[in-house]
């Protein structure tokens, strides 16, 4: 079985402060591991992967992510905080042998100006 | 560019009442799923389908039937609504064949709003 866990249902950050958004992990084979961002009243937007290779991985609007495999996380970072950067962010994972991803129940970021 | 278009984006039903959530992409995507969203709960996987004539069971089917005639369509129907059934409903879809179709990033809809009474 997969799943993921994003242990924080709310994270509050300063403008211009350092973000990061945490996401663990657990699957029986190797890991394809993904971010998304929701803003109100839209879907799911793709920001960043990672399927194989560096452990860090850059995405869209500044966002990275660090794949720790020892530590099954894949914790989503941003070294300088946005207003807009406030959103509803998921992780996902997929086992490599399965076809369906499995989100995480969502982590509420706000961006205090 | 349209990419993935849901209908309608609000609806309200009466408990056993029936109806079909709409789902079309033109970006010509083999991969296409249906989720449903619950505050708190993340995205459950309902069906999804790997191409035309080709769909299988997500984590919570019940009371849901698919069918993928096309490769643009993916439609969700509702047989006997109940209260439970109250979500947001979200339609994707991603490129890719076989088992690297999982690795390509999911493009949503931006939902529909379903309320059942």
């Known amino acids: 079985a997969q799943s993921v866990a994003q242990p924080e249902d709310q994270v509050n950050v300063a403008e211009g402060n350092p973000l990061t958004v945490k996401c663990t992990y657990s699957?029986?084979?190797?890991?394809?591991l993904f971010w998304y961002v929701q803003y109100p009243n839209r879907g799911l937007q793709f920001l960043l992967k990672?399927?194989?290779?560096?452990?860090l991985v850059k995405g869209s609007y500044g966002f990275e992510a660090e794949f720790n495999k020892s530590q099954t996380s894949f914790h989503l970072k941003k070294p300088s905080a946005l207003v807009s950067d406030s959103a509803l962010y998921f992780c996902a994972v997929r086992d490599m042998l399965k076809r369906q991803l499995t989100f995480g129940s969502g982590t509420q970021l706000t961006v205090l100006p | 560019n349209a990419g993935v278009t849901q209908t309608p984006k609000f609806r309200i039903l009466k408990i056993g009442q029936s109806m079909t959530l709409q789902c079309t992409q033109d970006m010509n995507h083999n991969y296409m799923y249906w989720y449903r969203q619950d505050p708190g709960m993340g995205l459950k996987l309902i069906y999804y389908s790997v191409g035309a004539g080709i769909t299988d069971k997500g984590e919570v089917p019940n009371g849901y039937n698919v069918s993928r005639s096309t490769t643009e369509d993916f439609p969700l129907r509702l047989e006997l609504a109940a209260p439970s059934q109250t979500s947001v409903y979200f339609c994707a879809s991603s490129p890719g064949q076989g088992a690297s179709g999982g690795n390509q990033p999911q493009h949503f809809g931006d939902g529909t709003r379903l309320s059942i009474l």
């Open positions: 699957v029986s084979g190797n890991p394809y």
């Open positions: 990672y399927i194989t290779g560096d452990n």
